[in-house]
């Protein structure tokens, strides 16, 4: 429970975990960003790390992990945490 409390007053990432729990659905906001920010990062990786698993693993991870994103239902709009 103390875990629980903590995680859903985070300053910044407790109303998606909020949402997440209660509604079993994601802001179309959260989805975009975790989307964006996993590829960017896949491209920085794979850009500084020459290495051919790191080309053939990441964009692999990274394209079952926007699936998954893109598969959770969407939050049509946000509702106050009570």
Known sequence: KRLYKWLVNHKI???YIYYYSKYKKVPLKAKISAILLIWVSIV???ILVNKIIVYITLPIIALLVTT???SLQTLKTEKNIS
């Open 68 to 70: 998954y994103i893109l």
């Open 44 to 46: 920085i990786t794979i």
């Open 13 to 15: 990432f407790g109303k």
